[in-house]
């Protein structure tokens, strides 16, 4: 039963009672668990009745995609007469950014399905971004090993992060916070806020990000886009078929009782934020092979908000305990799509981009507390 992430009531007594717990201390950890009077712990946040309001939210943000792509086709061409925005070139250039930032999306979800947040997402992009061109052309280092540093920088900051909530007890707020402000220092300090790039060398690596798979004469698909497939597939196998998976669901939706049902919570929290920091490295790698320079003051600024976001507009609950791969990669289309409406839509002012997607966090926040409040509601039917 506990490879299946269920334990049941007596079982969860033996267990408490083999930790030496009293078992008439059990009923106050049932009561803020959630699940006082059940036959099962789910741990995996899964839901005991047959409806799957996962399933509903995506297909539900999935429906929504459709509307503002529509509509967006609507302003931009139907009505101007133009075809900028079904272009083959824009439609390429709206695959490789919802690409790109999707990479750095699923990562961050598997932090806030713990119940965390990141906030230095877009200075460890800049942190990667910025130095590996930097360390290829101001140094001797060879390719590879230049991308082993950067790799391992961006693995030794999510672990340092995931240490300093699991071990120092520090908010990731504040770890986090901090985190962005720091290796953003760091970069622009080493580099003296010099632009870094390539010129015309590693044309073999860029073309992991500008390069593109012919599918007709005139459109291809990006190649960052087969890049978000193989990690989303890995993502999804990680969070759905493995044990890590199940702990991670179980976090989230409680601590106290996963810890106590066995869970090695620190453990878990700790290869989130790791997880969340290297998706973040390869984000800023394959940031700067499209652009091929990047500045330290402005390089991946703001990203982190792009990233939370599309995971939460994708059904990440900031409470932590749900979330999927798929809703991720739509909620990024969709924030992708906004700003290319803004762009292309003459009447919209393109300098309210940041105030859409406030709304978006503020949107989704409220809808997640909505639906928490009717599937309690349900439960308690």
């Not at 860029?206 to 599918?215: M, Q």
């Not at 920091?277 to 990047?294: E, H, I, K, R």
């Amino acid at each position: 039963m506990a490879s299946l992430g269920l334990v049941s009531d007596s079982g969860m007594e033996r267990l408490w009672r083999g930790r030496g717990g009293n078992a008439k201390k059990l009923g106050p950890l049932r009561q803020r668990s959630g699940f006082a009077g059940r036959k099962a712990l789910t741990l995996a946040g899964e839901p005991d009745k047959p409806e799957n309001p996962r399933m509903k939210r995506i297909l539900g943000i999935l429906v929504l995609l459709l509307l503002v792509y529509l509509a967006t086709w609507l302003m931009s061409d139907l009505l101007t007469g133009r075809k900028s925005f079904l272009s083959a070139y824009n439609q390429e250039n709206l695959i490789r950014r919802t690409a790109l930032f999707g990479i750095i999306g699923v990562g961050v979800a598997f932090v806030i399905i713990t119940g965390g947040i990141d906030l230095s997402i877009g200075s460890v992009v800049c942190l990667v971004g910025v130095g590996f061109p930097w360390l290829v052309s101001q140094t001797d280092l060879p390719v590879w090993m230049a991308l082993v540093l950067v790799f391992a920088a961006a693995l030794s900051i999510g672990l340092t992060h995931g240490l300093l909530i699991t071990f120092g007890r520090l908010q990731p707020f504040v770890v986090t916070l901090c985190g962005l402000l720091l290796y953003r220092g760091i970069t622009r300090g080493f580099t003296r806020d010099q632009t870094a790039g390539f010129g015309d060398e590693l044309k073999g690596l860029r073309w992991l990000a500008n390069g593109e798979i012919p599918v007709t004469e005139g459109f291809g698909i990006p190649v960052p886009c087969v890049l978000l497939i193989l990690v989303a597939i890995v993502s999804g196998l990680l969070l759905n078929r493995t044990v890590f998976g199940r702990h991670l669901l179980a976090l989230g939706n409680n601590e106290e009782a996963a810890r106590f049902s066995g869970v090695r919570t620190r453990a878990v929290t700790i290869f989130a934020y790791t997880i969340c920091s290297l998706l973040a490295g390869l984000g800023g790698l394959l940031f700067v092979f499209d652009t091929n320079s990047a500045q330290p003051a402005d390089f991946g600024n703001f990203y982190e908000l792009f990233a939370i976001a599309a995971a939460v507009l994708g059904g990440c609950s900031l409470r932590g305990g749900s979330g999927t791969i798929l809703g991720v990669i739509i909620g990024t289309a969709l924030i992708q799509l906004l700003r290319n409406m803004i762009t292309l839509v003459d009447w919209i002012p393109q300098n309210i981009e940041f105030a859409v997607i406030g709304a978006v966090i503020l949107i989704g926040a409220i809808g997640d507390e909505i639906a928490k409040g009717i599937v309690a509601r349900r439960r308690g039917s």
